[in-house]
T-cell receptor, first 114, second 110 residues
Framework: KAGVTQTPRYLIKTRGQQVTLSCSPISGHRSVSWYQQTPGQGLQFLFEYFSETQRNKGNFPGRFSGRQFSNSRSEMNVSTLELGDSALYLC??????FGTGELFFGEGSRLTVL | QKEVEQDPGPLSVPEGAIVSLNCTYSNSAFQYFMWYRQYSRKGPELLMYTYSSGNKEDGRFTAQVDKSSKYISLFIRDSQPSDSATYLCAMPGGYNKLIFGAGTRLAVHP
């Protein structure tokens, strides 16, 4: 069974640009959540999607957005990039439903903003 | 004050040592608790999942929860170099939202 796939794995952008990251969940998983990991703040929740609907959102500015497609694949977008957006962005998938089940994480997309 | 506090370490121990990793939390509504392990350049993976106070054992790993003190622990017996990783405690905060501790970096040297 294939795991969670994130693309691209590494990318470099400059301030003011925007970026789109992609996540393909484990087959059969309907929930996709996104996390930002930095040395200073650790792992922080961005948002969660289930059946194309955002159910939960973390405390990030509106520059961070996401969406989920009918095949459960998800994308997140960061507009007007800032230096502080440099981080590892992790996607996690789960079966979904209510509560919090086991999350399966991808290897992440490492974003560097210059 | 963060909802989940965890000493980031690093922690360095010799092979075979017993390792104790700890987290405290402030929200008494948390009902279950998780430990994730993250190897370098990888995503976190679930290690242990406990619902209630007391101990849960899985091989060399034991998770302990003390709800009265809002304190959770992960013990690793007979630690191996392959256990070298960052260990993150996590608690649920809504639909598939996990609130993570800072993570403790562990190095087990031969």
């Amino acid at each position: 069974k294939a795991g969670v796939t994130q693309t691209p794995r590494y990318l470099i952008k400059t301030r003011g640009q925007q970026v789109t990251l992609s996540c393909s969940p484990i087959s059969g998983h309907r929930s996709v959540s996104w996390y930002q990991q930095t040395p200073g703040q650790g792992l922080q929740f961005l948002f969660e999607y289930f059946s194309e609907t955002q159910r939960n959102k973390g405390n990030f500015p509106g520059r961070f957005s996401g969406r989920q497609f009918s095949n459960s694949r998800s994308e997140m977008n960061v507009s007007t990039l800032e230096l502080g957006d440099s981080a590892l962005y992790l996607c996690a998938s789960s079966l979904g439903g209510f509560g919090t089940g086991e999350l399966f994480f991808g290897e992440g997309s490492r974003l560097t903003v210059l | 004050q963060k909802e989940v506090e965890q000493d980031p370490g690093p922690l360095s121990v010799p092979e075979g040592a017993i390792v104790s990793l700890n987290c405290t939390y402030s929200n008494s509504a948390f009902q279950y608790f998780m430990w994730y392990r993250q190897y370098s350049r990888k995503g976190p993976e679930l290690l242990m999942y406990t619902y209630s106070s007391g101990n849960k054992e899985d091989g060399r790993f034991t998770a302990q929860v003390d709800k009265s003190s809002k304190y959770i622990s992960l013990f690793i017996r007979d630690s191996q170099p392959s256990d070298s990783a960052t260990y993150l405690c996590a608690m649920p905060g809504g639909y598939n939202k996990l609130i993570f501790g800072a993570g403790t970096r562990l190095a087990v040297h031969p």
